[in-house]
Structure formats: C-alpha cells, structure tokens
C-alpha cells in the first residue's frame, strides 16, 4: 500500500478503524522501540495524555540535539536531524501548545537554542533544518497569542542577539511584530 495522497491515507486510516484497539496498540508498542525519530515520536504519542511526561519527553529529545565532538554522536542523527526536528514541531503543536502555550512557548525556546547544533549535525541536509526553525517560528508566534507580548519577548529577545546560521530570520519577524503591537497597544 502506498500513501501517496490525501485519498490514500483517508484509505489508510479507514483500514486502521477496523483493527482491534489491541492489534494497534502492540503494533504502536512494537514501533515505539525503533532508536530512531520515528520511535521517539511514537514514544512521546504514548504518554501524550500526561503533560509532565509529554513535556519531559520532548525536552530530552531537544536536549538530544546538543552537538558533541563524538564521531558517534554525529553520526548518530546525520540526514534524520530535519525529520527529528519535523517530529518534535508536531508534538509540540499537537500534544502541548492547545493545553499549555508557555510550555509550548518554553520548548520552542530550547529548540532555537539548539540550531547551531542542529545545522552541524545535518549534514548536506541544511534546507529541511531551516525549514524546521521556520515553521518553529510560526509555532512560536501561536504561542505568542495566548501569552503575555512582554513574557514572550523576554524569552525572545536573547535568541535575537546571535543568528550564526540564519535560521532565526523568521524569529525576527516574530519579534518585530510582537513589538509592533505594543507600540500601537
């Protein structure tokens, strides 16, 4: 079967619908053990329904971001770091923003400190990277709607500061609306 488009998976998930719960669980509990960004994701899907656990999950996968000097390290996420951060963003934009936009807000912070990391891991695979910190922006400004403007800019305002690999225009943008409004509010 191929899910190619949006009948396809509408084909997909009708199939699914007619499976046991327990068939799908034990085929979720078998995917959750890949090592890779598909099982951490799959693994933050399973304890969605708990925000502390939900949180705690994503932040050790953001913090799985940080760079090190081991070839090991390096070569552990390689060309999977755009599918990773793709992963992460929906998680957080499915399972925490609706529920708790400064946790969102707080995630989203964590993961834009970690684009340096993030574009030296990546390989040649630099335009899927910069694509993820877009859409992080974009997250980032949903989060901003339901914040405090001034709360928000504290937390945005250092990432301001450095922008070594040029993922952090669209923060920009973010940040100079945020600051548009308040000067009109």
């Not at 090991?72 to 934009?93: H, S």
């Amino acid at each position: 079967m191929r899910i190619e488009t949006e009948e396809d998976l509408a084909a997909a998930i009708a199939r699914l619908r007619r499976r046991s719960a327990e068939s799908l669980a034990l085929f979720i509990g078998s995917i959750a053990q890949d090592a890779g960004p598909v099982g951490e994701q799959v693994r933050t899907f399973i304890v969605g329904d708990d925000r502390v656990e939900t949180m705690a999950s994503l932040q050790a996968r953001v913090d799985a971001l940080e760079f090190s000097d081991s070839r090991d390290d390096r070569d552990r996420l390689g060309e999977d770091v755009g599918q990773r951060l793709g992963y992460i963003l929906d998680a957080v934009e499915t399972l925490v923003l609706p529920m708790d936009p400064r946790g969102a807000l707080a995630l989203l912070v964590l993961l834009v400190q970690r684009d340096g990391d993030a574009m030296e891991r990546c390989g040649e695979h630099h335009d899927a990277v910069a694509s993820a910190y877009e859409r992080a922006a974009g997250l980032i400004a949903q989060a901003a709607q339901a914040l405090p403007r001034d709360e928000v800019l504290m937390a945005l305002r250092p990432l301001m500061a450095e922008d070594e690999y040029g993922t952090r225009r669209s923060l920009a943008a973010v940040v100079t609306g945020l600051t548009a409004a308040g000067q009109e509010g």
